[in-house]
């Protein structure tokens, strides 16, 4: 039995679109060449001073074309240097979280302790009469409210802290990749 002639295409059209769209999906699949060296180390203020002297010998360029150049080298290193800032508070704030577990234990560690203060209310308490005991339950009501108020103070610095911790490291992330896009644009 013999199809006519438009049955026996369909399966080779159906055969070259399906390689047509498998040669697609590879190509799409395929990695982008890495880097080289160069461009996938971070910028330095040595490279900087370096593409500045080149721009100013170089004579290809004219004045107005330097001056922008410059200009963008300049910001490049200003955001450089707050890189560096906002490096250095990282590293500050990282080492009091990891000295926080350690300052809380000992802290904890002081209230388990009797105190000579303890002992003295305890003997104030015993020598007082009611008057005498309800002015101190005030006084140290009173000191209660004002700490309260002070870690409340601290927990909200400590907050703004955090917080202003995670903006500067997303902050950090888009000026290393201004950096990286300035020194590509650059070489």
Not at 154 to 173: D, M, N, P, R, V
Request: overall charge negative; charged content about 25%; hydrophobic content about 40%.
């Amino acid at each position: 039995m013999s199809y006519p002639l438009p049955f026996r295409r369909q399966p080779l059209t159906g055969l070259l679109f399906a390689l047509l769209c498998l040669s697609y999906t590879l190509i799409a699949w395929a990695e982008p060449p890495p880097l080289p060296i160069e461009q996938n180390l971070p910028l330095t203020r040595q490279q900087l001073e370096l593409t500045r002297n080149i721009i100013s010998r170089e004579t290809a360029l004219d004045a107005t074309q330097k001056a922008k150049i410059h200009e963008f080298l300049e910001q490049a290193d200003n955001w450089l240097r707050q890189a560096d800032k906002v490096r250095g508070e990282i590293l500050r704030l990282e080492k009091q979280i990891q000295d926080a577990p350690q300052l809380i234990q000992d802290l904890r560690a002081n209230l388990d302790r009797d105190t000579d203060a303890d002992k003295a209310l305890e003997g104030f308490i015993q020598s007082s009469d009611l008057a005498a005991l309800e002015i101190r339950i005030s006084k140290e009501e009173l000191n209660l409210v004002q700490a309260r108020d002070d870690q409340k103070t601290q927990l909200e610095e400590l907050s703004t802290l955090l917080a202003g911790s995670k903006q500067i490291s997303s902050e950090i992330a888009i000026r290393t990749d201004s950096l990286a896009q300035i020194q590509s644009d650059i070489e």
